[in-house]
């Protein structure tokens, strides 16, 4: 079946203009999650989406950052005022049901790149 | 908090060589553990995982035993190709409801014929 997909796979955009990055996961999977990962680190984690509602955001870094996921399947990250720091690759990831032994399933990225 | 080491790389190796990379965590409660593998050009994938102390995960000729009493959860291989350089992540799991892995920073292996 059709794995987690993301739009674009790549965005170039300059400081200080605003951006939307595209999570589409494994249809019936509940849980759907984003991450950020710098070059030569391990991804980390910026929100977690237990159907519609975030249910956590704790890895979201300032206020510039924004999810949502309105009808519990397709999730858009949402990058206000874009700064070069926030130049990385940005995963989406979903699971069945966001249990803590739950396979997470990952998407090929979005590579941003703030000029 | 919740955090992840694994052992610096780049590791080189030759084919049929066996490897260990070294992953310790640190957690409240008890975690999942997983390692995930990144190929060059690809998305990261799941290796194996172990759910409680003493499973052992295994795939594609990779091990790993969840050892409680050292915090550690080692990836083996006994005879590695050249289809296997790649960079490999150990990851947690601890949330209540899993809501978010912890990973490490990644080790990259190459392979040479």
């Known amino acids: 079946g059709a794995g987690v997909s993301q739009t674009p796979s790549n965005k170039v955009t300059e400081k200080g203009k605003y951006v939307e990055l595209r999570c589409d996961p494994i249809?019936?999977?509940?849980?759907l999650y984003w991450y950020r990962q710098s070059l030569g680190q391990g991804p980390e984690f910026l929100i977690y989406?237990?159907?519609?509602?975030?249910?956590?955001d704790s890895g979201l870094p300032n206020d510039r950052f924004f999810a949502v996921r309105p009808e519990g399947s397709v999730s858009t990250l949402k990058i206000q005022r874009t700064e070069r720091g926030d130049s990385a690759v940005y995963l989406c990831a979903s699971s069945l049901a966001g249990g803590i032994g739950d396979t997470q399933y990952f998407g090929p990225g979005t590579r941003l790149t703030v000029l | 908090g919740d955090s992840v080491t694994q052992m610096e790389g780049p590791v080189t190796l030759s084919e049929e060589a066996f490897l260990t990379i070294n992953c310790t965590y640190t957690?409240?409660?008890?975690?999942?553990l997983f390692w995930y593998v990144q190929y060059p050009g690809e998305g990261l994938q799941l290796l194996l995982k172990a759910t409680k102390a003493d499973d052992k995960g295994s795939n594609k000729g990779f091990e790993a035993t969840y050892r409680k009493e050292t915090t550690s959860f080692h990836l083996e291989k006994g005879s590695v190709q050249v289809s296997d350089s790649a960079v490999y992540f150990c990851?947690?799991?601890?949330?209540?409801?899993?809501?978010?892995?912890?990973f490490g920073p990644g080790t990259r292996l190459s392979v040479l014929p």
């Open positions: 249809s019936g999977h509940t849980a």
């Open positions: 990851a947690l799991s601890a949330d209540n409801y899993g809501q978010n892995f912890v």
């Open positions: 989406f237990q159907g519609t509602g975030a249910a956590d």
């Open positions: 957690a409240t409660g008890y975690p999942s």
